[in-house]
């Protein structure tokens, strides 16, 4: 167990949809990672917080949006969903925020599912 | 592209022998790291190697690192089934801010 938590497990929806994954990181670390892996794609780097702000940012479409809460929680949100959005995401969290990243610890991934 | 890319794609050992995966990566690194992932699953950390660095060793698991050839290698020594699992490289580019970039990975069978 990695210490983060990723819900929903699964979620199926339609295209067009809006979706919220949900993300827990270990207790004590301030950064968060949140990737997207797809069969075609690869693992993806879309977009890090560290305590609170954003910090850097990877290939993450405009339809989608993060942001990290007081708590150190985070949460990603797909809009205006496509087939293409089908995909494994993954959050990850480490306690280092700048340019030595450390150790990724990362939770078990929301499976997305878009009809 | 990916800063990472393994070689091979895919590996098939026999139980006990040796698994030997490559990463080539493009820019300076800060460090570079091995994960593991079984399949559908999070990915596991399993080893760390910093760009002052040339070995590393963690119980059956042997990283090397050439910064003049932008490489690193993993080494799984006496595999067994349980290691069958795909394994990504990970670099920690210097003007990446801090994220890391994952190759697209190795695919390990280990037949018992």
């Known amino acids: 167990d990695s210490g983060v938590t990723q819900t929903p497990k699964h979620l199926i929806t339609a295209t067009g949809q809006r979706v919220t994954l949900r993300c827990s990181p270990r207790?004590?670390?301030?950064?968060v990672y949140w990737y997207q892996q797809s069969l075609d794609q690869g693992l993806q780097f879309l977009i890090q917080y560290y305590n609170g702000e954003e910090r850097a940012k990877g290939n993450i479409l405009e339809r989608f949006s993060a942001q990290q809460f007081p708590d150190l929680h985070s949460e990603l949100n797909l809009s205006s969903l496509e087939l293409g959005d089908s995909a494994l995401y993954f959050c990850?969290?480490?306690?280092?925020?700048?340019?030595?990243?450390?150790?990724?610890?990362f939770g078990e991934g929301s499976r997305l599912t878009v009809l | 592209s990916q800063q990472g890319e393994e070689d091979p794609q895919a590996l098939s050992i026999q139980e006990g022998e040796n698994a030997t995966m490559n990463c080539s990566y493009k820019?300076?690194?800060?460090?570079l790291q091995w994960y593991r992932q079984n399949s559908g699953r999070g990915l596991v950390h399993l080893i760390l190697i910093r760009s002052n660095e040339r070995e590393k060793h963690s119980g059956r698991l042997r990283v090397t690192l050439d910064t003049s050839k932008k490489s690193s290698s993993l080494l799984i020594t006496a595999s067994r089934a349980a290691d069958t699992a795909s394994y990504f490289c990970?670099?920690?580019?210097?003007?990446?801010?801090?994220?890391?970039?994952f190759g697209d990975g190795t695919t390990l069978t280990v037949k018992p």
């Open positions: 990850a969290s480490s306690v280092a925020g700048h340019t030595n990243t450390g150790e990724l610890f």
């Open positions: 820019t300076s690194i800060n460090n």
């Open positions: 990970a670099t920690d580019a210097r003007t990446n801010a801090g994220k890391s970039t």
């Open positions: 207790s004590g670390d301030l950064s």
